[in-house]
């Protein structure tokens, strides 16, 4: 079974850059018909998705973060990454990392736990 | 980018049945996913390709889809299944994108 744990500061300050490391155990990243998402949710809210990264560094975005957010991939590690520029109190949220599958309903199989963000000075 | 729409709270009495629906022009195109996610933990999916269940999920939790509404429905609702359910979808205007509906807090009485 895979296991996915996101890694991160708890606090970042606004107007910083947030940067979330997800470390994947029991798969790999390598394999093509998987991506690899983040997803977040703001206190009491429902949940947003951020992004995609495939095995081949290919990134897809939320068009309302796209300008902000940069995703990457090091498949040698079995690590995914996000950066989120120029957070605000806006952006204070639990983010999660999930494995997505890439075929049929693309669903969302297995997630971390999420990291709880706090945006604030 | 498209929109999924679901109720935002619904209850149902212990034992009896009890739909979830989630509407969107995007699921006349794709298939809706759901997920339960209980106070503090992290999503759990429930149902993917309109009604499979991944391993462990119990078969009380069912899915279907009619036009642009996609439906979770439980089956003898137990105290174990309060909690918050989500439906997402890839966006039918942009296929890469994935959107969630806003969430569906599930009270059994």
């Known amino acids: 079974q895979v296991q996915l744990q996101e890694s991160g500061p708890g606090l970042v300050q606004p107007s910083e850059t947030l940067s979330l490391i997800c470390s994947v155990s029991?798969?790999?990243?390598?394999?093509?018909?998987?991506?690899w998402a983040w997803i977040r949710q703001s206190p009491g809210k429902g949940l947003q998705w951020i992004a995609n990264?495939?095995?081949?560094?290919?990134?897809y975005y939320n068009p309302s973060l796209k300008s902000r957010a940069l995703a990457s991939i090091d498949t040698s590690k079995n690590d995914f990454f996000l950066r989120l520029t120029s957070v605000t109190a806006a952006d204070t949220a639990i983010y999660f990392c999930?494995?997505?599958?890439?075929?049929?309903?693309?669903?969302?199989?297995?997630w971390g736990r999420g990291t709880l963000v706090t945006v604030s000075s | 980018s498209s929109e999924l729409t679901q109720d935002s709270a619904v209850s149902v009495a212990l034992g009896q049945t009890v739909t979830i629906r989630c509407q969107g022009d995007?699921?006349?195109?794709?298939?809706a996913n759901w997920y339960q996610q209980k106070p503090g933990q992290a999503p759990v999916l429930l149902i993917y390709?309109?009604?499979i269940r991944p391993s462990g999920i119990p078969d009380r939790f069912s899915g279907s889809a009619s036009g642009s509404t996609g439906s979770l429905t439980i089956s003898g609702a137990q105290a174990d299944d309060e909690a918050d359910y989500y439906c997402?979808?890839?966006?039918?205007?942009?296929?890469?994108?994935?959107?969630f509906g806003g969430g569906t807090r599930l009270t059994v009485l």
């Open positions: 990264v495939l095995y081949n560094g290919n990134t």
């Open positions: 995007s699921l006349r195109t794709y298939s």
């Open positions: 999930a494995r997505g599958i890439g075929s049929g309903s693309y669903p969302f199989d297995n």
């Open positions: 997402n979808s890839r966006d039918s205007s942009a296929s890469h994108v994935r959107i």
């Open positions: 029991g798969g790999s990243t390598s394999y093509s018909r998987y991506h």
């Open positions: 390709n309109k009604n």
